[in-house]
């Protein structure tokens, strides 16, 4: 039998992808009896239950009034460094390079020169850290030199692994392993049966016969297109009465309403702001829309179709990866609001057509991204990275 493992898994708390793969990953490993230390500013947002191998660490980033920014990536080296101290780890995994790899790559840096074993460090990339952020030039020196020097780097698409590769420089010859995200197919699951009366009661009420209910959930960062959406619905609505329920939140909030109310479509809008959770929604919507510039993988999208939601979206980085085009959804040539409109209403217009692609939806996301062989795929990765490591410091 082989032994438990301590791990310290390091992310951010908000409802982005990276959040969200990290806490169901600690999860997950925590309850196959392995020792987790979750690291993070504040308790993730998603919602999960308690667990007993599972212990969070707040990285506290106190106040100083010489510093404009707050010294966040100091605050979770050092946290990194005091676990390791007390409770000991076997492998630090970084969830978002920025800055997170360097705060691992400086918390091995002092473990070592304090005469302790540190960790192996794995890195995961997830998208921006790695097109946006980690490749401006503000920040590519640095995090290309961390994620280089990782024990063990993480991509969930090919399209990232291409992308890790041309944007950071990480050389032919250093592995980049694709393990692709997850979902727990038992809750996002699709809803147990029609229920018309929990339907009113969710979106208030249809607004006429054959209404469409399409939903939406990111971080609304400008990289999503949040504002696009309301053209989507506009077109939507000139050939069938159609609402729009988003959850989330984030700096084009207000453009998307603004350009909702220019396009006359406020009043069939529904912003929910950020909610840990929202499964009935979704279980109640007749599609998913994604609208993004760009997508390593679609963490939202493969919930949806878990859920038996088909999803609509722009053919984009690695959504092709998680969306079977005209099986599982539509995928579109980017970026033109009415091509996606026009997928939709085509496939709204004929239930059995879009039934069909709930019933594949659904069972993609079971048989390709479920989380135990996910989590199998973790777990056997985690044990080769510190093989490689043992191997490598006994010569």
Do not use: W
Not at 66 to 78: D, G, I, K, R, W
Not at 293 to 320: C, D, K, W
Request: with cysteine; net charge negative.
């Amino acid at each position: 039998m082989t032994s438990p493992l301590a791990i310290g898994i390091v992310c951010f708390p908000s409802l982005g992808g990276s959040g969200v793969v990290a806490s169901e990953l600690a999860l997950g490993m925590a309850r196959r009896g392995h020792r987790i230390h979750l690291i993070a500013s504040s308790r993730p947002s998603r919602e999960l239950p308690p667990c007993a191998g599972e212990t969070f660490h707040e990285v506290r980033v106190p106040p100083y009034p010489v510093f404009e920014h707050a010294p966040y990536t100091l605050a979770v080296a050092s946290t990194i460094v005091d676990i390791a101290r007390t409770h000991g780890l076997d492998l630090v995994q970084v969830h978002y390079a920025v800055p997170h790899a360097t705060s691992a790559l400086l918390a091995r840096q002092v473990l070592e020169a304090g005469g302790a074993r540190a960790p192996a460090l794995v890195a995961s990339l997830h998208g921006t850290d790695v097109t946006r952020v980690g490749s401006d030039p503000a920040y590519r020196p640095v995090t290309a030199h961390a994620v280089a020097a990782a024990d063990g780097i993480t991509v969930p698409s090919d399209f990232l692994r291409r992308e890790a590769r041309r944007c950071l420089g990480i050389p032919e010859g250093q592995p980049i392993d694709v393990l692709p995200n997850f979902v727990d197919t038992e809750h996002y699951a699709p809803a147990p049966a029609p229920d018309p009366a929990r339907l009113a009661a969710l979106f208030a009420g249809p607004e006429a016969p054959g209404t469409a209910y399409l939903f939406h959930v990111s971080n609304f960062r400008e990289v999503k297109r949040v504002p696009e959406l309301m053209e989507v619905l506009a077109h939507v609505r000139r050939e069938r009465p159609a609402r729009l329920v988003l959850v989330g939140d984030g700096p084009t909030r207000g453009a998307a309403v603004e350009r909702a109310d220019a396009l006359g479509v406020s009043d069939a809008v529904a912003f929910l702001g950020r909610r840990a959770e929202f499964i009935e929604y979704l279980q109640h919507a007749d599609a998913f829309v994604l609208p993004s510039e760009t997508e390593s993988f679609g963490v939202a999208a493969l919930e949806a179709q878990s859920a038996g939601v088909p999803v609509f979206a722009f053919r984009v980085g690695g959504i092709p990866e998680v969306i079977v085009d005209g099986a599982t959804g539509c995928l579109v040539e980017p970026h033109d609001p009415e091509r996606l409109a026009r997928a939709l209403i085509e496939v709204l217009g004929d239930p059995a057509r879009r039934a069909a692609m709930g019933g594949a939806a659904r069972a993609h996301a079971v048989a390709h991204f479920a989380e135990p062989a996910a989590f199998d795929r973790y777990e056997a990765f985690f044990r080769r990275v510190l093989e490689r490591r043992r191997s490598r410091d006994s010569r």
